[in-house]
C-alpha cells in the first residue's frame, strides 16, 4: 500500500509533522520562517526539505519542486498560521499581521491543490472580527474548488491521549473533483473529570470502550528532579533517574512501542540522556509564593498556574515574542516543586517523545513546545485523512476493475 504525502506550513517544532508521520504519511516538505525552528526541524526530520523562509516569499511551485511532485499529486497540505492575533487569551488584535497569514495557507493550497487540507488555529479565530476572517477564508477555498467539511469542529486534546487541556479549531477541506468522505476523528480518550471541569461534552455514560486520558503525573513523574543539578543551570540535559510511572511514561521514553504509531525512536538516540531540563532560577519571594499555593489553582501576581498531579495541565502557551513586549513564556508551576516546568516536562504534556529536540534556552525551547500542535491530536485526525484516502483508492480501483469486465 502507497504511503501517502504531506506537506506542512508553518511547521513550528514539527508536532503537525511528527503526528502525520506516526500515522503513516511521507512527510515531504516543511515550511518555517524562524530560524530556531528551522534548526529544530532539522535535527529531528533530517529527511525532510525544509523551507526556511517567510512563507510570503515562497510559491507553491517552489515546494512542489522540492517535493519532486506536480500540481495535485500532494495529498495533504497542513498548517497552524500563526494564532496570536486570534487569540482569546492574548491581544486578540484582528490588524495583527498574523492575523493575515491564514490567507497565505489558503493561496499555497489553490497553488499545490493538494487532495486534502487541514488548517489549526484557536477558537478565538472562529469569532474574530465577527467571523470575518474564517467566512472570508471559507469562501476563497470555495471559490478553488474546495469542500469544506462542515460543521467545523474544535477538538480537544485530551480527548485524543493529550495530557493537557487544549481547545483548538480543526478546518478541513477536499478537492471537489475527488470523491473522498473525510470526517472529524472520533474521540478515543475520555478525562474522568469531565463534567465537573467542562472539559469534554462527552457524557461519562456514553464512556464505554474509550481510554483514560493520561494525568500530569502519568506524563511527567518520572523526568528528573532538575533542582537537584547546578549543571542543569547552564546545560539542558542530565540523566534519568526514575523508572516511567505510567504506560505513557514507557512510550514517551521508548520503552514500550505505540500500538497507533508507525514511527520508532531514532537509532541513534541516547536514550539514557533527558535533555530539554534546563533548570530555571527563582527569587525567595516567588519561590514562597508557589509553596503557598494550592494544586490547580494560580500563583498571585504572576498568574502562573499550578498544576495537579492527578488532573490534567492547563493550556501550554507560548508567550508573546520579544518585539511585543514579552521576555518569558508563562510555563506552568510544578505540581510539588517550587518551579515553573522544564521544557522537556512541557514536551511530554504536549505528547512529544522524549527525543524530540528542542532548542537547548527555556525561551526558544518552550515557545517551540507552546506553540506546537500536540502530535497525539494531529495523528488522530492524520488517522481519519489516511482513512479516507485508503477508501477512495480502493473505490477507484474496483471502478476501474469494473470498467475493464465491462470493456
Not at 483548538?168 to 475527488?178: A, K, P, Y
Not at 470523491?179 to 469534554?200: A, E, F, M, R, V
Not at 512541557?346 to 505528547?351: E, L
Not at 484516502?389 to 469486465?405: A, Y
Request: proline fraction near 7%; include cysteine.
Amino acid at each position: 500500500m502507497r504511503k501517502f504525502t504531506s506537506i506542512d506550513l508553518f511547521a513550528g517544532a514539527g508536532g503537525f509533522t511528527l503526528g502525520f508521520e506516526q500515522a503513516g504519511f511521507s512527510s515531504l516538505v516543511a515550511v518555517e520562517n524562524d530560524p530556531h525552528c528551522v534548526e529544530c526541524l532539522s535535527i529531528n526530520f533530517p529527511n525532510i526539505k525544509i523551507l526556511g523562509e517567510d512563507i510570503r516569499n515562497i510559491s507553491g511551485n517552489a515546494i512542489l519542486e522540492e517535493a519532486n511532485l506536480n500540481i495535485g499529486e500532494v495529498d495533504v497540505v497542513v498548517g497552524g498560521p500563526p494564532c496570536q492575533g486570534f487569540s482569546l487569551i492574548g491581544l486578540r488584535d484582528s490588524k495583527d499581521p498574523r492575523s493575515g497569514l491564514i490567507f497565505e495557507f489558503h493561496r499555497i493550497v489553490s497553488e499545490v491543490k493538494p487532495k486534502v487540507f487541514i488548517m489549526e488555529n484557536v477558537p478565538g479565530m472562529l469569532s474574530a472580527s465577527g467571523g470575518m476572517f474564517v467566512d472570508k477564508l471559507i469562501q476563497l477555498l470555495e471559490t478553488d474548488g474546495y469542500k469544506v467539511v462542515k460543521p467545523i469542529q474544535i477538538l480537544n486534546a485530551l480527548n485524543y491521549g493529550v495530557p493537557q487541556a487544549r481547545r483548538r479549531v480543526f478546518i478541513m477541506g477536499i478537492r471537489e473533483d475527488l470523491d473522498l468522505q473525510i470526517s472529524y476523528p472520533p474521540i478515543t480518550h475520555i478525562y474522568k473529570n469531565s463534567k465537573k471541569k467542562g472539559y469534554n461534552i462527552l457524557d461519562l455514560e456514553l464512556s464505554n470502550g474509550l481510554l483514560q486520558t493520561p494525568t500530569v503525573r502519568d506524563a511527567i513523574f518520572d523526568l528528573p528532579d532538575v533542582d537537584k543539578y547546578h549543571h542543569l543551570i547552564e546545560s539542558d540535559q542530565t540523566k534519568y533517574t526514575k523508572e516511567p510511572f505510567s504506560r505513557y511514561a514507557r512510550i514517551m521514553r521508548g520503552y514500550e512501542c505505540d500500538p497507533g504509531s508507525r514511527t520508532k525512536p531514532p537509532k541513534n538516540w541516547p536514550s539514557e540522556i533527558c535533555t530539554g531540563c534546563r533548570r530555571t532560577i527563582h527569587g525567595e519571594v516567588l519561590t514562597n509564593r508557589f509553596k503557598e499555593t494550592l494544586n490547580g489553582q494560580t500563583v498571585p501576581i504572576s498568574r502562573l498556574f499550578k498544576l495537579d498531579w492527578d488532573d490534567v495541565a492547563n493550556t501550554l502557551r507560548a508567550g508573546t515574542p520579544r518585539e511585543r513586549g514579552a521576555y518569558s513564556s508563562p510555563r506552568p508551576v510544578h505540581p510539588s516543586q517550587p518551579r515553573v516546568l522544564t521544557v522537556r516536562e512541557g514536551a511530554r504534556i504536549q505528547s512529544f517523545p522524549d527525543w524530540h529536540r528542542f532548542h537547548i534556552t527555556k525561551w526558544h525551547g518552550f515557545r517551540q513546545v507552546g506553540n506546537a500542535v500536540p502530535p497525539l491530536l494531529a495523528r488522530a485526525v492524520a488517522f481519519s485523512v489516511r482513512k479516507a484516502l485508503e477508501n477512495s483508492e480502493i473505490l477507484n480501483r474496483f471502478n476501474d476493475e469494473e470498467l475493464i469486465k465491462v470493456a
